[in-house]
């Protein structure tokens, strides 16, 4: 996310009030939340049309525009918790009909891309963990062009797949990047306030990581 990592930066954070541990739990568990909603929202929207789904895609990303420069509000609290809920429904009811299409037209690219993604995933934020050396200062590029692709990846996807695999596979390795330096922040600088945007973060790289590899395998 670009403001996930420009403005949300700062070069004395503040003390951290709770464990390393207890805020990787906490920023997985609404990770895994917004992968619900995301989720869900494939399902309501399967069967939405193109043009309708591509209008929720403009949404969603409209959405994640205002969580990263519209102020603390949307960054921290409970209302900053429901706007990441809400985006991620809005993100996967744009979905909807690409998983329902390679759900019944190309199943082996679904399972490859949910398998990668997930291996992706763990095979990043263990890297990013395990690393000595301090990656912050990687956050900010990486993250604007990150954000920048999240739109670009379903929007393409939904017209008929017109990405190029080696723009995909582009994507692919910025957004597995993006994962190993928040990963990485969020061991040596997260605090408690960090919690909501590291989450939004980490779930639109899955999404962007998803998409891609979706494109990827559909193409072979």
Not at 47 to 74: I, K, Q
Not at 135 to 150: E, K, N
Not at 169 to 192: M, P, Q
């Amino acid at each position: 996310m670009s403001e996930t990592s420009t403005a949300y930066y700062r070069e004395e954070a503040a003390p951290r009030a709770i464990s390393t541990a207890q805020l990787m739990g906490q920023v997985l568990f609404l990770v895994a939340i917004a992968l619900g909603f995301c989720a869900v929202g494939t399902l309501i929207g399967k069967d939405l049309a193109l043009g309708t789904a591509r209008l929720f895609s403009f949404a969603g990303f409209g959405m994640l525009l205002v969580s990263s420069f519209a102020g603390e509000r949307f960054r921290v609290g409970s209302f900053a918790m429901f706007w990441l809920f809400a985006t991620a429904l809005v993100i996967g009811l744009g979905l909807g009909p690409v998983i329902e299409y390679f759900a019944t037209v190309d199943t082996s690219a679904l399972t490859q891309a949910f398998a990668g993604t997930a291996a992706t995933v763990a095979g990043a934020g263990a890297l990013g963990f395990a690393l000595s050396k301090d990656l912050a200062r990687w956050m900010r590029p990486l993250s604007l062009v990150v954000f920048a692709a999240c739109c670009g990846t379903i929007v393409f996807t939904l017209f008929a797949g017109s990405v190029s695999p080696w723009v995909s596979a582009g994507i692919y390795l910025l957004s597995a990047a993006l994962i190993v330096v928040d990963f990485n922040y969020l061991r040596k600088h997260g605090t408690e306030r960090d919690t909501i945007w590291l989450a939004t973060g980490i779930f639109v790289s899955i999404v962007n990581i998803f998409v891609s590899l979706l494109n990827i395998f559909s193409s072979d």
